[in-house]
C-alpha cells in the first residue's frame, strides 16, 4: 500500500480510536518545521489526528515516550519501534493491554545527509525526494536523478530484520520483505572496516571519535532501552565518570551503554542518528547486538513471551563467553 493511503488510514484509525475513547492519546507522527522532515505528535484531540503523516522521513523511534505517559495509548510503530515496544512490556516498563499499536509495514527511512552526498546539494537546495520502489528520485533545479534507494536508506535499515511490526493491533498496510544479503552487506561496511584493522589502530580510532563527544546525552535520552531512573554517570558517590567530556570518560559512558542496553537493543539506529557530532554509534550497538545474537540466540522484542535476556539463568548455561 503506497504512503498516502496508510496515511488516510492512519488518520481514521486514530479518529476513531479517540471517539470510541478506546485510548487516551495518540503518538504518532506530524510533518516538521524543515524540509523532508517530521516530529513527534502526542495527541488527545481528534482533530488533531488530520496532522498525522506517513512517509519516508518518519525516523523516531515512538516508543521511547511510552514510560513517561500514563494511560492509555495509540502508538504508531515501524518493525524496529515495535521490537522496543516488546522488549519494554518483557521489562515490566509498560503494560501491553494499555496499548494499541497501530503498525506501519516499513520499506526504510531515508538519510537526509546520504541525499545530500548524492547531489552535493544542501537539503534546502533539493526541491523534491521521493521514493520509486527501489530507487529514490531527487529533483534539483527541476531536473530529476535516480539513484538505488540502497544508497539513500539508514544503515540500520540495510540491515533490517523486522520491517513489519510482529506486534501489533492495527496494520495499515501489506507486510514488507526483510533485508536481503547484498543490503545487509552495505550496512555492515563500516564496521567491517573497523574490525579489520588492527586492535591499536581501532583503539585509536575511538580514542579520536570520543575525544569529539561533548556528553550532550542525545543517544542516551533518545534510546528506548535506555531507561534506569538514574543514569550512573549522573551518580555521585561514587562519581563514575567526571562531567567533563574527557574521551576517557565519554568512552566509558558508551561502552557502559552498550552493556545496559544489550539485549535490549533493537538495532533502530536513534542513537547514531541524534550524535550532534557524528559519532558513528552505530558500530558499537550493532557489534553487541550481533553478539547477543551469536551466544544467546536471542533478538530483542521479537518475542513477547519470552523472558528479557539478563533476567534468565539456567544451570546448563555455558560459560564460554566469560574470557
Ligand atoms: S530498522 Fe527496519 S523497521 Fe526500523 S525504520 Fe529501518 S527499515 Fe523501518
Ligand atoms: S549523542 Fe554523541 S555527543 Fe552526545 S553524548 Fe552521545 S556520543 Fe556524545
Ligand atoms: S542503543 Fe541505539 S540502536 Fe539500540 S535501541 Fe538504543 S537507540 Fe536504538
Request: aromatic share 8%.
Amino acid at each position: 500500500m503506497k504512503d498516502g493511503k496508510m496515511e488516510q488510514k492512519l488518520r481514521r484509525e486514530a479518529k476513531e480510536l479517540l471517539e470510541r475513547g478506546r485510548v487516551d492519546c495518540i503518538i504518532g507522527f506530524e510533518n516538521g518545521s524543515l524540509k523532508f522532515t517530521t516530529t513527534p505528535l502526542i495527541t488527545s484531540d481528534k482533530d488533531n489526528t488530520s496532522r498525522l503523516v506517513v512517509n519516508p522521513f518518519t525516523e523516531n523511534n515512538l516508543s521511547v515516550y511510552l514510560p513517561e505517559i500514563k494511560g492509555r495509548v495509540g502508538i504508531v510503530a515501524k518493525g524496529c519501534d515495535s521490537r522496543s515496544i516488546v522488549s519494554l512490556v518483557q521489562d515490566n516498563k509498560v503494560v501491553r493491554e494499555d496499548l494499541v499499536i497501530i503498525g506501519i509495514p516499513c520499506s526504510g527511512i531515508i538519510d537526509l545527509a546520504k541525499v545530500e552526498g548524492l547531489v552535493g546539494k544542501d537539503r534546502d537546495e533539493i526541491d523534491d525526494i521521493v521514493r520509486d520502489g527501489d530507487k529514490v528520485v531527487l529533483t534539483v533545479n527541476g531536473d530529476k536523478e535516480e539513484f538505488p534507494i540502497q544508497e539513500a536508506l539508514f544503515d540500520n535499515c540495510l540491515a533490517c530484520e523486522q520491517p513489519t511490526p510482529q506486534e501489533y493491533d492495527i496494520l495499515l498496510g501489506e507486510p514488507t520483505s526483510a533485508a536481503g544479503d547484498k543490503e545487509k552487506t552495505k550496512s555492515q561496511e563500516k564496521i567491517d572496516s573497523l574490525k579489520a584493522v588492527s586492535p591499536d589502530e581501532r583503539w585509536a580510532f575511538w580514542q579520536s571519535e570520543f575525544s569529539r563527544c561533548i556528553r550532550c546525552y542525545a543517544c542516551r535520552n533518545v534510546c528506548p532501552a535506555c531507561f534506569c531512573e538514574r543514569c550512573f554517570v549522573e551518580e555521585t558517590e561514587p562519581p563514575w565518570v567526571l562531567a567533563i567530556p574527557r574521551w576517557q570518560d565519554n568512552l566509558i559512558f558508551q561502552v557502559t551503554r552498550n552493556f545496559h542496553v544489550a539485549g535490549r537493543c533493537t538495532d533502530c539506529g536513534e542513537c547514531e542518528r541524534v550524535c550532534p557530532v557524528d559519532i558513528p554509534l552505530r558500530s558499537l550497538s550493532r557489534e553487541m547486538y550481533d553478539i547477543v545474537a551469536e551466544l544467546f540466540h536471542y533478538r530483542a522484542g521479537m518475542d513477547k513471551e519470552a523472558l528479557p535476556l539478563m533476567a534468565c539463568y539456567e544451570a546448563t548455561d555455558t560459560q564460554d563467553f566469560i574470557r
